[in-house]
């Protein structure tokens, strides 16, 4: 099982950062043909998605729509004020599974991978782990 | 690691497709008992959720609460029009791990598979892979 | 491969319950340095999040951003007339991936793994298995 982080800087408040290249440079790091591929995200004000990255427009109304979605003014206890990103951090989930073929990161057409911003700018880490299909 | 792909096609705009009996013949066409088995959705406009099957009202609900709580009617910059469908995608998820106990599908009582249509009708394909317990 | 099984009580109609030691108990049981542990929940009423634990705050504010989110009066067909549990239940999602680094399990600062109860007080499964590194 082959291991590693990858460390981006987000530069807004909320934002989707297409991570696929990056996903991608991990898993070709690794002399595997065939596998599956985690990623998590340690951070409880971000998440983990994948969706179109052909069209950015794309990630700009999923923000839009988390906007809407999600209440920004309700009566919230936790004091620090960023509740409505924890709360689309669990929307969006911490954790995905991906799998590998011909030493490739297997995605639809229009997927990418997206790190999902809710309450930056910050410095994230996203951690994965590999393993091969000749097990 | 055995991996194959599970074809549906789909009927209606939006639809919740039980796809457990596929999943149960992709893993009854290997011979493991015990393990674990990744689904993943190379589609953008759908995704994958485990939720009650016994009842099929709950997935009508389901589809009608998603209806209710992604705004449908906002000003999206996608100019292919199915910004809400993308944002339903990611709110349910591409890919989903279950676990497989004597060669079958272990779920709850009443948790069935669900691929999840949200810009149909359409011809999908879910992706599998299994890796064995006894590695 | 691993597996077991852990059992809570829930006291509350809905209730995050931090179930982080109870999974790191699981991951103790083992003989195991490094690897990847997967946690599935077989009911259709509840899910799975990771989120932040620190600040007790934040979970009853997920809750609070949930009962917002989800319409509780629709015209519901299922008649049981838990339907908003159930599509809180897809939103969060039955399945979760974690790190184990140092036989520990490998969460952010701020992360705890949480069970969402959506429907009860109930008695309540969540299955894992635990695949190790050095396969």
């Not at 969006?92 to 030493?103: C, D, E, Q, R």
């Amino acid at each position: 099982m082959a291991m590693g982080t990858i460390s981006i800087t987000t530069s807004c408040t909320m934002q989707l950062v297409d991570i696929t290249s990056l996903v991608q440079k991990a898993i070709g790091s690794q002399d595997i043909s065939e596998g599956v591929c985690y990623l998590f995200n340690p951070h409880t004000t971000a998440g983990l998605t994948i969706n179109e990255g052909a069209d950015p427009a794309v990630k700009d109304d999923i923000l839009a729509g988390l906007l809407k979605i999600v209440p920004l003014q309700l009566a919230y206890k936790h004091l620090e004020g960023n509740s409505p990103a924890h709360i689309m951090a669990s929307l969006m989930g911490a954790a995905l599974t991906v799998f590998i073929s011909n030493k490739t990161v297997m995605l639809g057409t229009w997927q990418k991978i997206f790190f999902c911003e809710f309450d930056g700018p910050r410095s994230r880490n996203i951690h994965w782990r590999i393993i091969p299909a000749n097990l």
